[in-house]
Structures are given as structure tokens and as C-alpha cells.
T-cell receptor, first 116, second 113 residues
């Protein structure tokens, strides 16, 4: 069975510092990979996704994630964070070619707190 | 822009009441999902639907039922609310063809007293 592990439940960081939120998955088959973000008192929204092609994917607000097949990881990084990046971040996977299985497998989330 | 709306942002109900949570999407998505979100437990799938009148159990369906009579609307029903159903409920929808991305509503924070 597939599973997703987000290695840190909370990550405190100072403004303008770099950050890495770690995500590892367990799957014997190929997967699609996602990062979602949840700002305070809001629903989730897609931050970025890896479906195929280049293993480095980027978001419009400066985040990037790299798919590492050998390490089964999809870590999220940003070189310089802002106060407005304070949010909950969720990693998710979907098995390729899963037919009617439309479900995403979710990590438990990482709470990023950016302090001034 | 895809829009997923939920009928209430905050709801307070008493133990034993029947509770309806409504979700509407405006992008003709085939798939709709209900999750609950609790601190330290992440998102847990309650039910999902891949077509009108079709439904499948998720990971924690006990105590819940769903209804999908129209493609745009997916309702979550708590037949007899209990205090352990106090939670944030999130609705999401997605296409089937490229159904990788799920679009979420703002959530309903339900308190059962």
C-alpha cells in the first residue's frame, strides 16, 4: 500500500531564511506527486505538481520541489521565505494508471511558521 | 477559476441532530470528495463520488452518508451527530480525464455539543 511521510510536523524559520519541507513516499509503482498549501482559515490549494518530464518543478511564488525516484522523495524548498508563507503544507501522491482509483494519499502536513 | 463552495463556514449542532453539509462546484467535475481535517491527523477521506448517484467509501465512512443527485452538488450527512464528529470538513472536486488536481472549498468547521 502507498503511504506518504512528511518528516517534520512543524518548521519554524526566520523571514528571508531558506526552508526545506521534506516528503517521502512509499510505493512500488510510479506515482504523481503534489504539494498543497493551506493558509489560515482557508481550504487547500495546489502549490505544484510532478506528473512527468523534468524532475524539478516550480510554483509561481518561488517554491520548488524535486522528484527523486531513487530516494522516493519530493522535498519542497524555497530560498527565502516571507511572513506570508506561513501556512500548512501537505504532500500527496496518486498512483499512475490507477484506473478508477481517484484518491490521493496524503501526508499529515507540515506547519511552516515564518517569524520576523 | 474553479469554484467550490460549502454551505456554511461555521456550524454548531447538538448531539443527536441530523446534520447536512452541502458542497457545490461550478466546473462540471465528475469527481467529488469529502474529507475531515483534525490536528495531527491530516486529511482523512470520508466518501467520494465519481458520478451522479455513485459513491464509494473512503477511509473513515462510519457515522456518515452522502448524496449526489446532481453533478454539481455533493452532500455529506451526519445521521446522528456525536461530539467526536467535531472537526473541519473539506469538500473537493476534480476532473476524471486529468483528475490529478483536486480543488477545495473553504471548509466547514462543525462543532457538536
Amino acid at each position: 500500500a502507498q503511504s506518504v511521510t512528511q518528516l517534520d510536523s512543524q518548521v519554524p524559520v526566520f523571514e528571508e531564511a531558506p526552508v526545506e519541507l521534506r516528503c517521502n513516499y512509499s510505493s512500488s509503482v510510479s506515482v504523481y506527486l503534489f504539494w498543497y498549501v493551506q493558509y489560515p482559515n482557508q481550504g487547500l490549494q495546489l502549490l505544484l505538481k510532478y506528473l512527468s518530464g523534468s524532475t524539478l518543478v516550480e510554483s509561481i511564488n518561488g517554491f520548488e520541489a524535486e522528484f527523486n525516484k531513487s530516494q522516493t522523495s519530493f522535498h519542497l524548498r524555497k530560498p527565502s521565505v516571507h511572513i506570508s508563507d506561513t501556512a500548512e503544507y501537505f504532500c500527496a501522491v496518486r498512483v499512475r494508471g490507477a484506473g478508477n482509483n481517484r484518491k490521493l494519499i496524503w501526508g499529515l502536513g507540515t506547519s511552516l511558521a515564518v517569524n520576523p | 477559476d474553479v469554484k467550490v463552495t460549502q454551505s456554511s463556514r461555521y456550524l454548531v449542532k447538538r448531539t443527536g441532530e441530523k446534520v447536512f453539509l452541502e458542497c457545490v462546484q461550478d466546473m462540471d467535475h465528475e469527481n467529488m470528495f469529502w474529507y475531515r481535517q483534525d490536528p495531527g491527523l491530516g486529511l482523512r477521506l470520508i466518501y467520494f463520488s465519481y458520478d451522479v448517484k455513485m459513491k464509494e467509501k473512503g477511509d473513515i465512512p462510519e457515522g456518515y452518508s452522502v448524496s449526489r443527485e446532481k453533478k454539481e452538488r455533493f452532500s455529506l450527512i451526519l445521521e446522528s451527530a456525536s461530539t467526536n464528529q467535531t472537526s473541519m470538513y473539506l469538500c473537493a472536486s476534480s476532473y476524471t480525464g486529468t483528475n490529478y488536481e483536486q480543488y477545495f472549498g473553504p471548509g466547514t468547521r462543525l462543532t457538536v455539543t
